[in-house]
T-cell receptor, first 116, second 114 residues
Framework: AAGVIQSPRHLIKEKRETATLKCYPI?????VYWYQQGPGQDPQFLIS???????DKGSIPDRFSAQQFSDYHSELNMSSLELGDSALYFC???????????????FGEGSRLTVL | AQKVTQAQTEISVVEKEDVTLDCVYE???????LFWYKQPPSGELVFLIR??????QNEISGRYSWNFQKSTSSFNFTITASQVVDSAVYFC???????????FGKGTRLHILP
């Protein structure tokens, strides 16, 4: 079965550079989520999209932005990178049977960002 | 806001022992969903089980079982006859009805010793 695809799997950037992470959800899933997991930490919710509209926002820095495109893939853009942005970034997708009814989130393998 | 507590930071057991991971959550919602995820050393997040607040029946799935007690807001997860491959970080993650996101607990790092 198709899973959530994230690219790139690994990314190394310098401070103040920009990075873009891509996520391709499971086909027919209508909701995409982004999470950030620092070393030894639990995943922290950043932002989510339902049917291409932003549905919820968590602790996402103003330097970060995200969007979901017409083909349902999503991109997380990170600018003015800081050392503290080094983390594992997960994308997840789910299917809401009805608005608010909760299906499980299926996670991609993550994109590991290292900021030097 | 909802809150989830995994009091056990780290657990070590010998292979073939049973182990229970504790989870306590706080919510004012009457309808909510509870999940357990596993994160092995390779880093991916693997969905294990889901429970709806309106279904208190506890179930067993292979070596996994869970005990959902709505009265005490607990959602404990048990691995029977543990194996070395079960070594991972386990996250309890509630999801409230009106929210889309799930909130992860701090996780319990489980070591299964051969």
């Amino acid at each position: 079965a198709a899973g959530v695809i994230q690219s790139p799997r690994h990314l190394i950037k310098e401070k103040r550079e920009t990075a873009t992470l891509k996520c391709y959800p499971i086909p027919r899933h209508d909701t995409v989520y982004w999470y950030q997991q620092g070393p030894g930490q639990d995943p922290q919710f950043l932002i989510s999209f339902y049917e291409k509209m932003q549905s919820d926002k968590g602790s996402i820095p103003d330097r970060f932005s995200a969007q979901q495109f017409s083909d349902y893939h999503s991109e997380l853009n990170m600018s003015s990178l800081e050392l503290g942005d080094s983390a594992l970034y997960f994308c997840a997708s789910s299917l809401l049977n009805t608005r608010g009814a909760a299906g499980e989130l299926f996670f991609g393998e993550g994109s590991r960002l290292t900021v030097l | 806001a909802q809150k989830v507590t995994q009091a056990q930071t780290e657990i070590s057991v010998v292979e073939k022992e049973d182990v229970t991971l504790d989870c306590v959550y706080e919510t004012r919602d009457t309808t909510y969903y509870l999940f357990w995820y596993k994160q092995p050393p390779s880093g991916e997040l693997v969905f294990l089980i889901r429970r709806n607040s309106f279904d208190e029946q506890n179930e067993i799935s292979g070596r996994y079982s869970w005990n959902f007690q709505k009265s005490t807001s607990s959602f404990n997860f048990t691995i029977t006859a543990s194996q070395v491959v079960d070594s991972a970080v386990y996250f309890c993650a509630p999801r409230m009805n009106r929210d889309d996101k799930i909130i992860f607990g701090k996780g319990t790092r489980l070591h299964i010793l051969p």
